[in-house]
T-cell receptor, first 111, second 114 residues
């Protein structure tokens, strides 16, 4: 069945450094790739998303890249801040509405 | 926040009993989802719905059933609860009119099976 693999499971960086989280997906019909941030005890919330006809998208300090041929996409956070500390999830969505998430990455930004 | 409400927010139940969780939305979104969240496993899709009475299985559907008799409500039933179903359950909704499918999550339901 459809699968989304996410790495690393934990990531620790110094404030100001960059953080990169990578995901691969198995369903070639996937055409929508969102990223969610979940703070402790809260619900996941969308931070950025990309469609399959776009290779890269940027929003201030966060960017997402997509390689459809290789079936992988990545989240890049630059100039990290302590408030970026959270669990990040990638997901892949296909026609028909199915939305599969990766296992999550716990990002810790040390002051 | 999108108008999505889960009930109950917390529940403790005994092994072998049936349990129903409710997700209610006021956004008239087409798609509704049930996920479970467990440490190390992320968000795993249980079932989802793409319209009234239209549902499909997700990654971990065994032991769960769903029903959607009207647009605003999506019910998740644990037919006979087991300790392995202790988890945090999230409902989500999305609409794809624009081609995007941003999913909005409910607050979550913490279920403990003892």
């Amino acid at each position: 069945g459809e699968n989304v693999e996410q790495h690393p499971s934990t990531l620790s960086v110094q404030e100001g450094d960059s953080a990169v989280i990578k995901c691969t997906y198995s369903d070639s019909a996937s055409n929508y790739f969102p990223w969610y941030k979940q703070e402790l005890g809260k619900r996941p919330q969308l931070i950025i998303d990309i469609r399959s006809n776009v290779g890269e998208k940027k929003d201030q300090r966060i960017a997402v890249t997509l390689n459809k041929t290789a079936k992988h996409f990545s989240l890049h956070i630059t100039e990290t801040q302590p408030e970026d500390s959270a669990v990040y999830f990638c997901a892949a969505g296909a026609q028909g509405g199915k939305l599969i998430f990766g296992q999550g990455t716990e990002l810790s930004v040390k002051p | 926040d999108a108008g999505i409400t889960q009930s109950p927010r917390h529940k403790v139940t005994e092994t072998g009993t049936p349990v129903t969780l409710r997700c209610h939305q006021t956004e008239n979104h087409r798609y509704m989802y049930w996920y479970r969240q467990d440490p190390g496993h992320g968000l795993r899709l249980i079932h989802y719905s793409y319209g009234v009475k239209d549902t499909d299985k997700g990654e971990v559907s065994d032991g769960y059933s769903v029903s959607r008799s009207k647009t605003e409500d999506f019910l998740l039933t644990l037919e006979s609860a087991t300790s392995s179903q202790t988890s945090v359950y999230f409902c989500a909704i999305s609409e794809s009119r624009t081609g995007y499918r941003e999913a909005f999550f409910g607050q979550g339901t913490r279920l403990t099976v003892v």
